[in-house]
């Protein structure tokens, strides 16, 4: 079973402007990752957020965590067309494993 | 720096046929994991393994066995292929668990089952 669910499932923007995508998770968690991946490709980490935090910045990325509503945000600034791909979110929930939600399919047209 | 290499990146199997995906890191990793990955459901863990010799199922491990025979390679085996396994396979692998530490994936193994 799925722990995140990301929303929306696709999302279509102009380049330049901002993208936003949710994620919902059910149980407690020890942090929460966004991962990308390009198509035909494996995923990369792009940030985690521990469960003590609520907001982290890498670059034009910012994540916030909500764990009361047990929900994520990431905030793509100033969006380019290489930022096309899907994101995912992971939980990490004191296991040695992490869960995927279905991702997010961000098209950003130049 | 080749990270996580996974081999074959293609493959096409006839239902009953067995293989075997490799997958290699070369950053010391402990942690790797084999995922599957299916239209519109994101990555399901199939196993994983926390260190030389070890190996544990994850979420769907039916119809698939792993060995980690050496620190920096994890196989994964289908023993009797069947339509069902048709899916893009991603290995990973992290330092330590998944707490505080982010995974390191692969480009994936494409495989279809006839």
């Known amino acids: 079973s799925q722990q995140g669910e990301e929303d929306p499932q696709a999302l279509s923007i102009q380049e330049g402007e901002n993208a936003t995508m949710n994620c919902s998770y059910k149980?407690?968690?020890?942090?929460l990752q966004w991962y990308r991946q390009n198509s035909g490709r494996g995923l990369v980490h792009l940030i985690l957020i521990r469960s003590n935090e609520r907001e982290k910045h890498s670059g034009r990325l910012r994540v916030t965590l909500d764990t009361s509503k047990k929900s994520s945000s990431l905030l793509i600034t100033a969006s380019r067309a290489a930022d096309t791909a899907s994101y995912f979110c992971a939980t990490d929930n004191a296991g040695n494993m992490l869960t995927f939600g279905g991702g997010t399919r961000l098209m950003v047209k130049p | 720096n080749a990270g996580v290499t996974q081999t074959p990146k293609f493959r096409v199997l006839k239902t009953g046929q067995s293989m075997t995906l490799l997958c290699a890191q070369d950053m010391n990793h402990e942690y790797m994991y084999w995922y599957r990955q299916d239209p519109g459901m994101g990555l399901r863990l199939i196993h994983y393994s926390v260190g030389e010799g070890t190996t544990a199922k994850g979420e769907v491990p039916d119809g698939y066995n792993v060995s980690r025979l050496k620190k920096q390679n994890f196989l994964l085996g289908l023993e009797s292929a069947a339509p069902s396994q048709t899916s893009v396979y991603f290995c990973a692998s992290s330092p330590t668990g998944s707490r505080n530490q982010p995974q390191h994936f692969g480009d994936g193994t494409r495989l279809s089952i006839l």
């Open positions: 149980t407690s968690i020890n942090n």
